[in-house]
T-cell receptor, first 113, second 112 residues
């Protein structure tokens, strides 16, 4: 076990709705990254937070946003859900500002109908 | 654009044999290359990291090679076991480490 937890495990939403996914990192891990993994694909980098500030972003639109809190928890928010947003959403944490070794959570399976 | 290619077809091998998985990349100069294992419905689990100035890294039954000239990494599992059956992901990071690029993974089946 990596010590990284995510909630909920599964979620079903309809197109146009908004969703918030949560992640709890290991204590002392100041960096958290979020990934989207479609079926049969590798994880795609959404963004990274370090000490509550976004410090890197992948090719995702602004309707994907995040927050990181001082208690090592974080959120991924997605507005105006689209069918293609259906995927496994993963968070990964590591202790420093660099991401050389990441500890992944089990993921949240989001289905958009 | 940056691209990572892994064996798209599943790899089937017999227990006890060595499994070799390939990761090729283009348009990228990574500082680090990593291998992860992912089981169905679970998050990836870190296995090994190799730096750009390293040629080979070993950990128990695992061995990774990194050829920055060929832009290729090979991942070996010796004395494979059915429990090694999983998807193996290759991932690249630059020096800044702000963004990790993953390949699509190779599915490995080890038959008893």
């Amino acid at each position: 076990e990596t010590g990284v937890t995510q909630s909920p495990t599964h979620l079903i939403k309809t197109r146009g709705q908004q969703v918030t996914l949560r992640c709890s990192s290991q204590s002392g891990h100041n960096t958290v990254s979020w990934y989207q993994q479609a079926l049969g694909q590798g994880p795609q980098f959404i963004f990274q937070y370090y000490r509550e500030e976004e410090n890197g972003r992948g090719n995702f639109p602004p309707r994907f946003s995040g927050l990181q809190f001082p208690n090592y928890s974080s959120e991924l928010n997605v507005n105006a859900l689209e069918l293609d947003d259906s995927a496994l959403y993963l968070c990964a944490s590591n202790p420093g500002g660099r991401t050389d070794t990441q500890y992944f959570g089990p993921g949240t399976r989001l289905t958009v109908l | 654009s940056q691209k990572i290619e892994q064996n798209s077809e599943a790899l089937n091998i017999q227990e006890g044999k060595t499994a070799t998985l390939t990761c090729n990349y283009t348009n990228y100069s990574p500082a680090y290359l990593q291998w992860y294992r992912q089981d169905p419905g679970r998050g990836p689990v870190f296995l090994l990291l190799i730096r750009e100035n390293e040629k080979e890294k070993r950990k128990e039954r695992l061995k990774v090679t990194f050829d920055t000239t060929l832009k290729q990494s090979l991942f070996h599992i010796t004395a494979s076991q059915p429990a090694d059956s999983a998807t193996y992901l290759c991932a690249l990071q630059n020096t800044g480490g702000f963004k990790t690029i993953f390949g699509a993974g190779t599915r490995l089946f080890v038959k008893a």
